[in-house]
């Protein structure tokens, strides 16, 4: 694709920008340099890439479990926690509706 200032200044209207002289001729050495990346993308043939010696993988990240080993342990005692709320049942606290 050509970049000329017919170009430059349709992107100027479109992005609502005001560039100076210097910043047209820099703009287009730019937008040259990034369309001639992507032409050069478009080529590409992702087949002739040699996939041998790479490593497999399921994720990018190395992961590994960061949680304890789930083991049974004591807890506090159930009628201490119920004495200090203002409403239990013998079993758990009991608290009003707030969810109609």
């Given at each position: 694709?050509?970049?000329?200032?017919?170009?430059?200044?349709?992107?100027?209207?479109?992005?609502?920008?005001?560039?100076?002289?210097?910043?047209?001729?820099?703009?287009?050495?730019?937008?040259?340099?990034?369309?001639?990346?992507?032409?050069?993308?478009?080529?590409?043939?992702?087949?002739?890439?040699?996939?041998?010696?790479?490593?497999?993988?399921?994720h990018p990240l190395?992961?590994?479990?960061?949680?304890?080993?789930?083991?049974?342990?004591?807890?506090?005692?159930?009628?201490?926690?119920?004495?200090?709320?203002?409403?239990?049942?013998?079993?758990?606290?009991?608290a009003p509706k707030?969810?109609?």
């Amino acid at each position: 694709m050509l970049v000329d200032d017919k170009l430059i200044a349709h992107l100027e209207e479109l992005s609502f920008l005001s560039l100076s002289a210097d910043e047209k001729e820099r703009m287009k050495a730019d937008l040259g340099d990034v369309l001639s990346s992507m032409a050069g993308l478009a080529a590409f043939k992702p087949e002739a890439l040699d996939g041998a010696e790479a490593a497999e993988c399921t994720h990018p990240l190395d992961s590994f479990n960061v949680f304890r080993e789930d083991e049974a342990r004591p807890s506090y005692d159930r009628d201490l926690i119920l004495k200090n709320g203002p409403n239990s049942n013998g079993e758990m606290l009991v608290a009003p509706k707030t969810v109609v």
